[in-house]
């Protein structure tokens, strides 16, 4: 028959055991369970976004929103007791943001901005010994279409100046490359001259060449004899 003092160690034994199980129970069934979910997903500059607070229990003492990866009095946006009558109080964190809390754990940011990316934590304390925490990576992405600029639009486009009717010539030339065999008028036919002609003229030159073109590049008459 065990004795007395025996059973008080085997008993203590086996309570200690029990509350080491519970106690490595509790804080990983409260991870897998709390999570959060974005509403929406990929949120524009000027959207309300939704961080809803999945699994949650029914009855808790306060909960707590951070934007940081570390989770402290300098990244804490605001602090959530239902029991206050004015429950929200906002942290350091919070700045100009525009943040509604929810009694059932989530937060509303109205008209996010490309800067309020980050991660974001919540911890909701259900008592002293039991903390849930869960965490979430936000990006707001930025304005995808921006429109051109009309300088940008007169800084390739440059208008045409008005041809000049100073020469009297009202008549439109066209630059052709040259033939390589040139022949004399119809009164001779029957000299005959091949010469090579020169290149096309620069692309340089002014239009006034244009309106008074050279005939060498066109024709050779050959003298007659």
């Known amino acids: 028959m065990a004795s ?25 069934g ?15 500059k000027n959207q309300d976004l939704l961080l809803s607070v999945r699994g949650i229990p029914d009855t808790f003492q306060d909960f707590n929103w951070y934007l940081g990866e570390e989770a402290h009095g300098g990244t804490m946006l605001f602090t959530y007791i239902p029991e ?12 100009q943001r525009d943040i509604v809390g929810f009694p059932n754990g989530s937060m509303l940011l109205h008209r996010a901005q490309p800067t309020d ?6 911890a909701v304390t259900i008592n002293p010994a039991w903390t849930m925490r869960a965490k979430t990576k936000v990006r707001v992405e930025g304005e995808l ?5 009309s300088t940008g639009l007169w800084a390739t486009c440059q208008p045409v100046p008005p041809l ?34 020169s290149p096309t003229p620069s692309p340089r030159s002014p239009p006034g060449d244009l309106l008074n073109p050279d005939p060498a590049p066109y024709c050779q008459l050959v003298p007659r004899p």
Do not use: C
């Not at 929200?88 to 919070?94: F, L, N, S, W, Y």
């Open 145 to 149: 279409v921006r429109a051109v600029t």
């Open 30 to 44: 409260s991870r897998a369970a709390l999570r959060i979910q974005k509403i929406p997903e990929h949120p524009q």
């Open 164 to 197: 000049s009717s100073a020469s009297g010539d009202e008549n439109i030339y066209e630059v052709m490359p040259s033939p390589t065999l040139l022949v004399s008028p119809l009164g001779d036919p029957g000299s005959a001259n091949t010469a090579m002609v």
């Open 4 to 28: 007395p003092e025996g059973a008080r160690r085997h008993f203590s034994k086996g309570l200690l055991l029990s509350a080491s199980i519970l106690a490595l129970w509790v804080p990983q």
């Open 84 to 95: 206050l009558q004015r429950p929200q109080r906002d942290g350091g964190a919070m700045g």
């Open 117 to 122: 990316s980050g991660t974001y934590q919540v």
